[in-house]
């Protein structure tokens, strides 16, 4: 039977569907306010959808201080947060490995820890667009109550800026959905999202140097179960 392997802590998790499920939401409401239609229906002299999507939006705003309090006693999280962040000499080899493959070559994926480049990249250009949106939208938010406290010039500036990082959002978003929910190969990944735990046999072939960090550290009994443990 195959064993399973703890991935991912509870309250990484948190802070993982705590982020994803209201920025999917502003994406998708936010999406929305270029159809006319939408954009117009009114609820109590405010127009509905930019209504929610500011009181989401400021949600939003204020969650990463709770969030990282909550994460920050657990270790494990901890190292996660700070391993997506940091290079390792693998790293290159899966840039080497990614471009083979975008070019269609017949290449082995390389021996990786527990986050490969990809997934790096992915976390810091989030990270990036995030302020951006939050730094944005809270201009925008102040602007949705009061006209009075910005100027409309300023404002006139930075609503593009807001649509434009929303835009470059959407494909990096949906290339991670594909890749953690659909691609064949990488969606056992989120089981690890999901229920903290993947096939042991998948984290050997996907972050085999990982696995044998947690091997060697904590010893095979502790990093490995019977799949029917996590049931």
Same mark, same amino acid.
């Given at each position: 039977?195959?064993? +399973? ?14 982020? +994803? ?9 936010? $999406?929305? =306010? ?9 609820? @109590? ?10 009181? %989401? ?23 996660? =947060? ?17 471009? @083979?493959?975008?070019?269609?070559? #017949?290449?082995? $994926? ?7 480049? @990809? ?7 989030? %990270?990036?667009?995030? %302020? ?25 500036? %930075? ?7 929303? $835009? =470059? ?20 990944? $989120? #089981? @690890? ?9 998948? +984290? ?11 091997? +060697?550290?904590? &010893?095979?009994?502790?990093? &490995? ?7």
């Amino acid at each position: 039977m195959d064993a +399973a392997i703890t991935r991912f802590s509870r309250r990484f998790r948190l802070l993982h569907w705590a982020h +994803a499920i209201p920025f999917l939401f502003l994406l998708i409401s936010g $999406l929305s =306010l270029f159809i006319p239609p939408l954009k117009a229906l009114h609820v @109590g002299g405010f127009r509905l959808v930019p209504l929610l999507h500011v009181i %989401v939006g400021i949600a939003f705003i204020l969650s990463p201080l709770p969030l990282f309090v909550a994460v920050r006693s657990d270790a494990v999280a901890t190292a996660d =947060l700070r391993s997506l962040y940091r290079l390792r000499p693998e790293d290159r080899a899966w840039a080497r490995y990614a471009l @083979g493959a975008v070019l269609g070559a #017949r290449v082995r $994926l390389p021996l990786m820890g527990k986050f490969n480049l @990809g997934q790096k990249a992915n976390a810091l250009f989030t %990270v990036v667009v995030t %302020v951006g949106l939050m730094a944005s939208g809270a201009v925008l938010a102040v602007n949705f109550f009061s006209k009075r406290v910005l100027s409309a010039a300023f404002v006139e500036h %930075v609503f593009p800026v807001h649509d434009l990082l929303m $835009l =470059l959002a959407l494909p990096v978003l949906v290339a991670h959905v594909y890749l953690g929910s659909l691609n064949p190969s990488t969606r056992e990944s $989120l #089981r @690890g999202m999901t229920h903290g735990w993947v096939r042991r046999t998948w +984290a050997r072939e996907h972050h085999a140097l990982w696995v044998k960090e947690l091997e +060697a550290s904590e &010893g095979d009994t502790v990093a &490995g179960r019977s799949l029917d443990s996590f049931h």
